[in-house]
């Protein structure tokens, strides 16, 4: 893997940074390993503090997804722009999923920032050229997820500064 310069995340003057927010859906949005019908109240407050659009993007099936967001509520915020692996030939390491819920959303790689919380997610977020914010509160640990210029964060709070002034 090359050492790229460190992306900022920040918002430029009069603008957004990102047209969309794409969110990994397992570790980040539920918290897979302890699923038991409950959001965490943190991230609904962090998704709320984010204005610009935003989608999730999983390796998971839709079938999976449906159930998982659904059991926690969150379904009906993301309706429509839920992305799955089913909907391209490639999944992770491959980056298809990524930059088809781009598309879909209307933006360019690089006006795209991905919230994931695996290796395998960071990587896919760097090869599809768009900014990765990393959130290590679950269970892969910082140093492990900071790689390249992913920013690392590990308070689901923090994830609307992370992501710069919607």
Same mark, same amino acid.
């Given at each position: 893997?090359?050492?790229?310069?460190?992306?900022?995340?920040? &918002?430029?003057?009069?603008?957004?940074?990102?047209?969309?927010?794409?969110?990994? &859906?397992?570790?980040?949005?539920?918290?897979?390993?302890?699923?038991?019908?409950?959001? #965490?109240? #943190?991230?609904?407050?962090?998704?709320?503090?984010?204005?610009?659009?935003? &989608?999730?993007?999983?390796?998971?099936?839709? %079938?999976?997804?449906?159930?998982?967001?659904?059991?926690?509520?969150?379904? #009906?915020?993301?309706?429509?722009?839920?992305?799955?692996? %089913?909907?391209?030939?490639?999944?992770?390491?491959?980056?298809?999923?990524?930059?088809?819920?781009?598309?879909?959303?209307?933006?360019?790689?690089?006006? &795209?920032?991905?919230? #994931?919380?695996?290796?395998?997610?960071?990587?896919?977020?760097?090869?599809?050229?768009?900014?990765?914010?990393?959130?290590?509160?679950?269970?892969?640990?910082? %140093?492990?997820?900071?790689?390249? %210029?992913?920013?690392?964060f590990g308070d689901m709070q923090d994830l609307p500064s992370r992501l710069g002034p919607t």
């Amino acid at each position: 893997m090359t050492t790229r310069a460190r992306r900022d995340v920040g &918002c430029p003057a009069g603008g957004n940074r990102f047209d969309p927010v794409i969110f990994d &859906c397992d570790g980040v949005l539920v918290d897979s390993e302890h699923l038991a019908g409950r959001t #965490e109240a #943190e991230i609904l407050s962090a998704l709320d503090a984010i204005t610009v659009p935003s &989608c999730v993007a999983s390796s998971g099936s839709h %079938d999976r997804m449906r159930s998982t967001l659904g059991t926690t509520g969150l379904l #009906e915020r993301f309706d429509g722009r839920i992305f799955s692996v %089913d909907d391209v030939w490639r999944g992770k390491p491959a980056p298809d999923v990524s930059l088809f819920a781009a598309e879909r959303m209307g933006a360019s790689p690089d006006r &795209c920032a991905v919230v #994931e919380d695996s290796v395998s997610g960071v990587t896919v977020g760097l090869a599809a050229d768009m900014a990765v914010v990393a959130f290590a509160g679950g269970v892969t640990r910082a %140093d492990v997820l900071a790689i390249d %210029d992913a920013v690392v964060f590990g308070d689901m709070q923090d994830l609307p500064s992370r992501l710069g002034p919607t």
